[in-house]
């Protein structure tokens, strides 16, 4: 599903099921993270923290392309890159590691591009709302409609019995949409903590360990005695 996280906060909606667009909503949209790192000013603030360079970030301005192309610009230079660094001896490996890598690149293209597509495919809101006027309709008759043939035991079958069907109305949001029950607390995807988690392990943890080689033993020069 998606989050209600928009890159920098995270705020779960307790005791909702269905999340109701504000005002708030509406600010927060356009402050959100994304947004704001693919203008210009975000692409200046990338190049100071030295997350791209001063002629990447000049490629992008002046490609006259919407900032949503940017991703695909930025995976072209990386399969070019890559390319170039198996001809200048850069990255060794041989034909099989390059059309490996290249495959990589083109998939992680085609996952990027499917996105786009889940969002057009998404459920009409008004197949929902008739699925869930259905569940409620029935889960309020069923008191009704077993009462004369069960008496006093259909208050306990009837409990049972919303149960399961409200469980089972939640869950099938969850696998008719490709994005989940939208605003739905306990599915909720915190993107801020895993977009740190990532950006941890590729700045500090593989970085640093890469820093911190230890030399070989055969490459130590022998000790001299005096």
Same mark, same amino acid.
């Given at each position: 599903?998606?989050?209600?996280?928009?890159?920098?906060?995270?705020?779960?909606?307790? +005791?909702?099921?269905?999340?109701?667009k504000t +005002?708030?909503? /509406?600010?927060?949209?356009?402050?959100?993270?994304?947004?704001?790192? %693919?203008?210009?000013?975000?692409?200046?603030? %990338? /190049?100071?923290?030295? /997350?791209? &360079?001063?002629?990447?970030?000049?490629?992008?301005?002046?490609?006259?392309?919407?900032?949503?192309q940017y991703?695909?610009?930025?995976?072209?230079? #990386?399969?070019?890159?890559?390319?170039?660094?198996?001809? !200048? +001896?850069?990255?060794?490996?041989?034909?099989?590691?390059?059309?490996?890598?290249?495959?990589? #690149?083109? !998939?992680?293209?085609?996952?990027?591009?499917?996105?786009?597509?889940?969002? =057009?495919?998404?459920?009409?809101?008004?197949?929902?709302?008739?699925?869930?006027? %259905?569940?409620?309709?029935?889960?309020?008759?069923?008191?009704?409609?077993?009462?004369?043939?069960?008496?006093?035991?259909?208050?306990?079958?009837? =409990?049972?019995? &919303?149960?399961? @069907?409200?469980?089972?109305?939640?869950?099938?949001?969850? @696998?008719?949409?490709?994005? +989940?029950?939208?605003?739905?607390?306990?599915?909720?995807?915190?993107?801020?903590?895993?977009?740190?988690?990532?950006?941890?392990?590729?700045?500090?943890?593989?970085?640093?360990?890469?820093?911190?080689?230890?030399?070989?033993?055969?490459?130590?020069?022998?000790?001299?005695?005096?």
């Open positions: 599903m998606p989050t209600n996280s928009n890159g920098v906060s995270d705020k779960g909606w307790e +005791g909702k099921t269905y999340r109701m +005002g708030d909503d /509406e600010d927060k949209m356009n402050n959100a993270i994304g947004p704001v790192l %693919l203008s210009s000013s975000g692409l200046r603030y %990338l /190049e100071r923290s030295e /997350e791209l &360079t001063h002629a990447e970030v000049q490629a992008l301005l002046d490609s006259n392309l919407p900032p949503s991703t695909y610009m930025l995976m072209q230079w #990386v399969a070019i890159y890559a390319t170039e660094g198996f001809r !200048d +001896g850069t990255l060794v490996g041989g034909d099989g590691a390059e059309r490996e890598l290249i495959r990589k #690149v083109t !998939d992680l293209r085609a996952e990027y591009f499917s996105i786009g597509d889940l969002c =057009a495919g998404r459920m009409p809101i008004a197949y929902v709302q008739l699925i869930q006027i %259905l569940v409620d309709i029935l889960v309020w008759m069923a008191p009704f409609a077993l009462y004369s043939d069960l008496g006093s035991l259909s208050i306990p079958l009837c =409990a049972i019995l &919303t149960h399961f @069907f409200k469980g089972l109305l939640e869950l099938s949001k969850s @696998f008719l949409d490709p994005f +989940g029950n939208d605003g739905y607390p306990n599915q909720n995807i915190r993107v801020d903590v895993l977009v740190s988690e990532l950006n941890f392990g590729a700045a500090s943890r593989w970085k640093e360990a890469a820093q911190s080689v230890p030399v070989p033993a055969s490459r130590t020069p022998p000790p001299t005695l005096d």
